[in-house]
């Protein structure tokens, strides 16, 4: 009985020690994470994320980004397969020339840190986002968040803009997380949407309504 | 079905999961009749007999109204319907077997 009383004793206090320190465990991820993002916000505002109409001249660096064929594909994400049928930056600077699309560099303490485009469509009530590219950077991810909102804020400013949509590969976890975490919400996901050498890839599509409160009617 | 040059066939494979049944078809009602705005028509809507995926058979005179259907504000709207869902589709572009 004694024995019994014991090992019983033992196990509910080294159970509810478990308990304890996981817990323990859990409160102070979470506030090494609260703070992580604190910290991050904090840097992002140190270093404001400005966006500016692309020069030419700056495609070239911002192409130099992606060093091989699969970060350029993902950084296209248009309805392409690869190899392309022609060049993809000489595609997106005849739009840029002709007004059909408006490329947008972003920039921290005045250096270049990202790029993206968006592509007016049916009379300017629709944006496509698209190529979005942020360089390698410790804090590539939050800067990457924040080119999507500005470029979302900038086609939000006419009041005709109704909604963005924008195309990502299923696989390209760093775009979906920033589109989302901009606010887009996934809608359709299509299989096998492009070939890429022997591979075929998953394309997911987005889309963001202009914000309730900025609605017209 | 005559298929012309400039014309677009797709066959647009639909997996409708049973627990998101009526919001996938919700959604499907309410888009397939813009495609008539871009030169777009449903030749064929079948279903499975097990209610797991439907088949539509669209075509488009042209890929620009391709394009303008897949960008067509009404459409992009109308995919808060789908209430956070993500809908799962397989597009083929088709042409007439031999």
């Not at chain 2, 504000?73 to 007439?96: A, D, K, Y």
Request: net charge positive; proline share 4%.
């Amino acid at each position: 009985m004694g024995g019994d009383y014991w090992f019983t004793y033992r196990y509910k206090s080294q159970t509810a020690e478990r308990i304890r320190a996981a817990e323990q465990a859990r409160l102070a991820a979470d506030v090494r994470s609260a703070y992580r993002q604190q910290q991050f916000a904090a840097r992002l505002r140190r270093h404001q994320v400005k966006l500016t109409a692309s020069k030419p001249a700056e495609l070239v660096e911002v192409a130099s980004w992606a060093s091989s064929p699969t970060e350029v594909i993902e950084w296209i994400g248009e309805d392409s397969n690869w190899p392309p049928a022609d060049n993809p930056m000489a595609r997106l600077l005849a739009r840029h020339r002709s007004g059909e699309c408006s490329a947008w560099s972003a920039r921290v303490s005045d250096r270049l840190v990202g790029f993206g485009a968006l592509h007016l469509r049916h009379g300017g009530k629709v944006a496509e986002l698209s190529h979005l590219l942020v360089k390698r950077h410790r804090h590539g991810a939050a800067i990457a968040v924040e080119v999507v909102r500005q470029l979302a804020a900038l086609a939000f400013a006419d009041p005709h803009m109704e909604v963005l949509r924008l195309q990502v590969y299923a696989h390209d976890t760093l775009r979906n997380r920033a589109y989302e975490q901009a606010g887009f919400r996934a809608a359709i996901l299509n299989s096998r949407a492009a070939r890429v050498g022997t591979d075929t890839w998953d394309r997911v599509e987005m889309f963001l309504e202009r914000p309730s409160a900025q609605r017209l009617l | 079905m005559k298929h012309n040059k400039s014309e677009v066939l797709l066959a647009v494979l639909i997996d409708i999961p049973p627990e998101d049944a009526a919001i996938v078809l919700t959604y499907e009602d309410a888009v397939l009749p813009l495609l008539s705005r871009h030169g777009g028509r449903l030749q064929r809507r079948v279903r499975a007999v097990d209610q797991s995926a439907e088949l539509h058979l669209i075509s488009f005179d042209s890929r620009e109204g391709q394009e303008a259907f897949a960008t067509d504000p009404s459409r992009l709207q109308l995919m808060r319907l789908l209430q956070g869902r993500l809908l799962r589709q397989r597009v083929f572009e088709v042409t007439e077997a031999p």
